[in-house]
């Protein structure tokens, strides 16, 4: 299935959140991971965030689709994705 | 269709990148918006993003699906959305 992780921590929290996306799906934007997981790893990948996140501060959205089939993905301005300019 | 908008502007230019945005979908986290929109109002959406854009600082990432069907929505932690809380 296909994955996109939002993500809003506090500062402290961020570049774990950050490694933890990362172990799974692929940075695009500040605060935004996608890609395609298996379910076993999607349930990794969200115990290791609950574990990681503090409720009263921490936010994070997860979609999930079954395929790609349906939807589109269009970039406007810079192109950010890629492992080389991770913020 | 449904569209998950995903952003990161230059400081100067976010407040008026998220006005925008806000006119057609609903904020849900830091530079996160999404919503049902229309075809036509998807391109209006576009067309005021290009003007406010710079290519060179600026990136917009539009998600569209024609329908939620094929797909889930999960939130962890902290529940950001709802137009109150607008940062």
Redesign the interface.
């Given at each position: 299935m296909f994955v996109?992780l939002?993500y809003?921590f506090a500062q402290k929290r961020v570049n774990k959140a950050l490694k933890i996306g990362r172990r799974y799906l692929h940075w695009?934007?500040?605060?935004?991971l996608e890609g395609e997981i298996s379910k076993a790893n999607f349930v990794k990948l969200?115990k290791e965030?609950?574990m990681l996140?503090?409720?009263?501060?921490?936010?994070?959205?997860?979609?999930?689709?079954?395929?790609q089939?349906?939807?589109?993905?269009?970039?406007?301005?810079?192109?950010?994705g890629g492992d080389d300019n991770i913020i």
């Open positions: 996109i939002v809003d695009v934007q500040n605060s935004v969200k965030l609950e996140i503090d409720p009263d501060e921490d936010s994070v959205i997860l979609y999930t689709f079954r395929s089939k349906y939807s589109q993905r269009e970039e406007m301005g810079l192109k950010k």
